[in-house]
């Protein structure tokens, strides 16, 4: 079947499917620090692809409606068609990252009820920290939306946090984005290890802080295999 690329991303590839739907596809690319950092991690793709298949099925089966539909090969998502909102919005539970160097609260610090964060999606910006004005100024979600995904993050959590602590992990945080179909609101892109952090009771991680912090190639691609194969399981 010939594809017809939409756009690329650093780690993701997006081709026209049909009028409703397009692939999403996961490269073996693993980046940080805004794409300063680059490797290629062989078999990424389709772990990071089936990580998040499986997350968006049990958010699915939870009653939260995401872009997922099906698979159409190993490291290819058939997805929704959304207008994506070029907000990242993050979820705390535990304090690590730039929390702890943007606010005067120490790594580890527990957070009940959950913080939540928006982001503008900018890499020359480095993604900057918005709050509703912001969002309402660059006509992105207004007050009523923003309060509405707040809450969805909060739903998303509770599901994501349980079923990950049923596997022996920890959910320190995520990143959802957003898109619009019609005048629905629906969490698109991906959940991965790319996307949140995970560690065990011992505080061993098992994501891409992993790389971030340096660690060798064999090391990450390790730790995100052992994070899917006990999600599957
Ligand atoms: O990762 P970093 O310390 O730069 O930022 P953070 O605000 O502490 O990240 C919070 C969560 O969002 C982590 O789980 C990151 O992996 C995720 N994130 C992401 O998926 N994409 C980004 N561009 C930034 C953060």
Redo the contacts with the bound molecule.
């Keep these: 079947m010939e594809l017809n690329k939409i756009s690329e991303g650093k780690t993701k590839i997006v081709y026209n499917y049909d009028q409703g739907h397009v692939l999403l596809r996961f490269k073996d690319d693993i980046t940080?620090?805004?794409g300063q950092k680059k490797d290629i991690l062989e078999g990424k793709g389709v772990i990071n692809a089936q990580t998040s298949a499986i997350l968006f099925r049990l958010l699915e089966k939870s009653g939260i409606e995401t872009h997922y539909v099906g698979m159409m090969d190993e490291r290819t998502m058939i997805v929704k068609k959304l207008k994506m909102i070029p907000v990242?919005v993050?979820l705390?539970n535990i304090a690590?990252?730039?929390?702890?160097?943007r606010l005067p609260i120490k790594e580890g610090e527990v957070f009940e009820p959950p913080i939540v964060?928006f982001?503008l999606?900018d890499d020359r910006l480095?993604?900057p920290l918005i709050n509703y004005s912001h969002m309402e100024y660059f006509k992105l979600l207004n007050r009523k939306e923003a309060q509405y995904i707040e809450e969805l993050m909060l739903k998303v959590n509770e599901v994501l946090y349980n079923f990950i602590k049923n596997k022996g992990f920890i959910l320190?945080?995520?990143?959802l984005e957003f898109g619009r179909l019609g005048d629905k609101l629906i969490i698109g892109d991906e959940i991965t290890?790319?996307?949140?952090?995970v560690r065990d009771e011992k505080g061993r991680i098992y994501?891409?802080?992993l790389y971030?912090k340096g660690a060798d190639l064999n090391t990450v691609k390790n730790a995100y295999e052992y994070f899917l194969s006990k999600i599957m399981s």
């Excluded at 690590?96 to 160097?101: D, E, F, Y």
């Excluded at 320190?172 to 990143?175: I, L, M």
């Design positions: 940080a620090g805004d990242e993050v705390r690590t990252g730039s929390i702890v160097k964060e982001f999606k480095h993604d320190y945080d995520f990143k290890l790319d996307s949140m952090r994501d891409k802080d971030r």
